[in-house]
């Protein structure tokens, strides 16, 4: 009870709080009267337009900003914030300053609030409805809330004075300001909206033209924005169904591919040329910053106000506690002021409940703010890595073809640059937001402390600077140790890229377990490095997590030593609030330092790759390429360039006119005839009449080429070290027909790569024709895309019947078609699996006679074919769609009967050219070579009568097999026969616990239990550390009745007990986290051990129907996530999981009534979590998903550079690169903003939390029912919650999506194998004999798919040598198959020297058996 001297104060305080409210009266009702009245009007028009006129029918999900938009809602919220303290104070004045209450003290306030907060929906209106003229009741209602603000504050001091300490005269005249700021944002929209004075309109944006651009994040008001409002729509129809991709829409312009990879072109060509000048190489980190560092600031500035708002925190946390001591107590503290008529500053803050509603506001600010920068953090690194990936795929397209086959980089080493260094940079730019605002969070925090416990903080503060300074450490021993984990997952990763582009050949020699053991090694190496950098990591992880404590221990025991005053409450959980503020500087620095230690040696690969010598194309020898994605739009005809040396246009060489007179003859001759010929349409639909008899360009002075080589000397390494071609002179004319022939190793191959520049240019020059900008080009290894068997003729021109059946025609394509599933409509595979080799070689034969190009270079397609096929091809297809249509040809063969149709034929040996000229001239000067090739042409041109007769015969008997073919694919359905490539597996839903199981299994389930047990021990060791706190800190409020000695002895018993607890809590947490990482480690060992073995056993049919690069996606990223991220993730899902369970165990301990109130707030936020993964997760596996596209473009791209260079068709395949990355972006963009909705609904529920338990303790200390001790301790614990519970949803969502990588590799694990195990061991010597036995044996490829062999009854005698022949197609293959088991037997069987081959062991008949692929 107060004394005497008290209640006389009280007294007198009222006595002048009425002589101050007698003349305030009148004012306030004036003031009340002006905000009411425009609240009113403000309304009315709204309910006007919204409803009684068209507007009332508009619905839209955007809005256009208005100049000053941002400006605009910035300053209405502080605006708000203003006027909710003008409440506070005149409601606190009213019950400290009057006897009675007095309404006028804050009703007028809550007129002035209403009416702000009503100004700012109806700005949101005129916006949204786009009608400007609206806002000119804004600029009337601004001047007359300046005017009555004005009056008060000149009223006010007219009769207090003016005091610095009134708390009003701060809300006055920071109103005042507001007011006169929102005024001219008003008065600047009237200017430039309504009378576009000085103002040019922006047109109507791009972004919002698009029909499928669902993201609407940039055309949201600036609350929408922070709310992240544009993602309700998505998570609305995720919750209801899985979704799509279709469901997600487009990218916005601002993160399309093409137009982040100009901002980082011109950034690198700017930082090029700087270097160029400067003399150094090139800095990739300058560049990026250029282009992106602007972006990071803006985010790193506005987490910082974020992180700026949470050290109010502790400060809220200690009046708090001081405010309930003094109530507990039944203290009052008396003031000397200088005015009894207000509430002073130190009087306003000093309430318990005002702190409390900072508290409030304060967690609420920070979640936004932070969440705000965040998401700017995570939109710029998603541009960064989209930038990345789309150099990398530029710079992969003027990749000279020797780097890839010399050894200088590997496919391996590229696709890593486009997955794992891309991802490196991702992770390392979304960090960069939060590393650079913990210093100035530390120092900021540093500081208060030292102001609350002095010298005691500095010592804490030393061991902060130590653990820092072992991290940076670590970090830096951390970027080696990386290197050296990027280095082996580059060499297994180059291993099992050369198992799978071969597994035919591993699988025939039966090589899967010597393979795997040679995999296991260097996976043993790289799990070595990882259990190096999971020990790094793990003392990364202690320190961060160990580090409050470990400073709280030091500060507060060289407290109780250093100070004469005791450890109070106040004192103990402010220190505490701020050392658990240090915590998460702590963790986003140790993230940070992990992600930029994957970064830097990913940015110096990317920048050799960067600097890696381009092919000589671009060094404009040879056809240009175009430009890059910035031009991709433009006609594949006009891309490029034109260089001086390689498009020097049809020019004269008077020397060459003599010495090709014979050649000009002999093109005249061959075009004779021309009924014969048939005439393809080209694209620009040029009439067949086009192709004249006699060359139109051949005149008696001047002669066209082609092409041209001059003292040319080519070699394939890159320095122009060791020739491969020397002294080469060339002279192609337009029109001809050029042969080059010579032994194996010649260099035949070699020249055509010349010319078409893909070797270094030692010396010399090499022209080609203006008018001839691509070249066809069918390489001696035939290269098919994963497309349909129509789609890799047309090679993406516009499809025209006639011609097309022209060359199908011409190619001998109609029987292999018609004996397809689905027909030219079937899908062949990224290496063209379903086809002979002969056939591949004849797709790529039509895609070069499709295509209409002046020049074809054709490097021996005619090896892979038999006679009368080939006869057929050179006949119909070369000669009829080729030559004779006046198209420059230039044939490699070993085929000697075709040098009777060239004009010129070039013999080469050891590299050089050593004859040259027409047939007749070699046949002069070689005599021998041609005596050979007439008696090849001879049995080739005079086949066996009957020969025709059987071939005829052996097509009616096709023809009926593919009519009995035909009627069973109308059955199945063309679309399902066409689908070869089967689409990836996405699994829906949860992930499932048997996900979880299988990855407990790999660790061993009794050593994840032992993890449990660790963790349980800690959280329990933390909470018992704070309890202990608590006791110790309240033994400091009762010191009245105590000696000296028995303060002493209290001092040592708790301060002895708090080191014990305190140094069991770290040994425990330390335990947790090694004992964690290890056996994580050793379990994706286990994992990929498992997933390598059963890949390798799939049958060949699987590896058939499912692109390599979809494979290598689940060794790269997939075992990359459970090697690195996923022990990570699960790290984090425990112990945060306590953590929150700890703040409701210790507010339900402390106050039951906790439990009670923040219940129903406790089940939101569980409903808001499974709203949100159930999305989330959709949103994950579509990335995934989408992802492998991009790298399966990328792979499929570097397998066939020289022929999408020689076409020209590089655009075309960036516009699929662009497809495929717009669509991978669509998807993270949405899953990273959903994270961000998330967290903002999390932390506005964490401040309710806050709000409650604050609430409840304090009213709990202020009846008697708790200690002031115990008010803080639920307070600290209370204000992780906003962190941690949305850290806790995050990465369970993360390890739930991290969990798909697992899910992925286990669907691997788990695909059906060849029998490997037989019933019957043969003999060691089986087979010794030879003897054969097909025995009515009926195979195929898979059960969906008709047999190749059927009821087929053959024996082969021991001791003879067979000779199977047949057309191509016709089962040669598949016979050889069928001896090793390589396809499915499903009638009959397969006998050799008695023994029937399904019963023997897979890999001892394999390993019997030789065979020469």
Known sequence: MASSKQTLWILDVVDNATHCRQSQQSLDAFYCGIHLCFLLLLCSVLIIFGCFTSLRSYSSNTLLPYPGHKRKWILSIFLILVLLCDVGEGILTDLTRNPETQPHLYVPQLCAL?????SLVYYNHVEYWNRPHLTWLLVLYWPFAIATDVVRLIKQTDEVGFYPSIMRLYIVVSCIIVYICLLFLEVNVVRTKIFHCWYTEKGFPADLKKKRLFFHYKYNSLFQRLLFRTMNRLFALGYKRPLEISDLGCVPENLECKNVYKIFNVAYSVEQARASKQNRVPSLWRAYLQAFGRNIFVGVFVKGLGNACSITFPLSIGGIITYASVQYYDEVKFQTVENDCYVTVNEFFANGFVLTACLFVAAIGRIVLVQYGSFMGDFVSLQASTAIQAYTYEKSLRLPVSALSSGDMTVGQVTNHMSVDAMAVFLSTQTQVGIWTVPFHVIAILALLYMKIGVSALIGATFYIVFLLVQLKIAGRLAGIQTEVLKTSDKRLKKINETLRSMNLVKLCGWEDMLCNSVDVVRNEQVHSLIKVGIYMGVMFSLSLVTTAIVSLMAFVSYSFLNHDPLTPDVAFVALAFFSELHLPLVVFTQAIHHFANAIPSFRRLQLFFDYKESGRTQKTLPPQSRGFQDFESDREDSGDEGDMMSAGSFTTRASVHNDRKLVKLLSKSRKATDKYLSIESESHVDSNTFQEESSFITEDRVSFAFQISGGTFSWNSDGSSPTLSNINLNVLDGSFFIVIGLVGSGKSSLLSAILGEMTTVSGTVRINRERKRVAY????????????????????AFDQKRYDAVIEACALQPDINILPAGDMTEIGERGINLSGGQKQRVSVARAIYSNIDIVILDDPLSALDVHVSSHLLENGIMDLLVRQGRTVMLVTHQLQSLQFAHKVVLMDDGKIVRQGDPK??????????AAWERTALTHSEPDGDTGKDDDRVLVAEEEVITTKENKKRVLGKDVLSKLIEEEERYTGSVSWRIYRTYARAIKYSLAALTLLLLIAQSSTSMACNFWLSAWSGTGLDMMNKTLENIEEESLYYRHGYIVLTLTFVFLLVAFVFWHIITSIFAARRMHFAFLRNLVRAPIRFFDTTPVGRILNRFSNDTQVIDQTIWVTTLDVLYTTWLCLSVVIVNTIVTPVFIVVAGPFLVVYYFIKKYYVTTSRELQRLDSITKSPTLA????TLGGLSTVRAYGDENRFRKRLLETKDTNNVSRLHYLCGYRWLSIRLGFLGAIIILISALTSLISCTVGAIPPSWVGLPLTYAISICGQANWLVRMFAECEMNMN????????????????????TPRPRWPDKGNIKFEDVSVSYSNELEP????????????????????????????????????DTYKGRIVIDDVDI???????????????P
Request: aromatic share 10%; charged share 25%.
């Open 114 to 118: 209403l009416s702000g907060l009503i």
């Open 921 to 930: 001239e070699i046949q002069k000067h070689d005599s021998d070579l041609f």
């Open 1348 to 1383: 190749v062999l059927e009821d087929f009854t053959v024996h082969f005698k021991a001791g003879e040598k067979i000779g199977i022949c047949g057309r191509t197609g016709s089962g040669k293959s598949s016979l050889t198959f069928a001896l090793f088991r390589m396809i």
């Open 1193 to 1196: 473009h990328f792979s499929e």
């Open 1301 to 1320: 990588a697992v899910e992925r590799v286990e669907h691997y694990t788990r695909i059906k194998t060849e029998e490997y195990r037989g019933t019957y």
């Open 1398 to 1412: 399904s019963r023997v062991p897979l890999l001892t008949l394999r390993t019997r058996l030789a065979i020469i």
């Open 778 to 797: 069918v390489p001696q290894k035939a290269w098919l895309q994963n497309a349909t068997l129509r789609d890799n003729i047309i090679f993406g021109q």
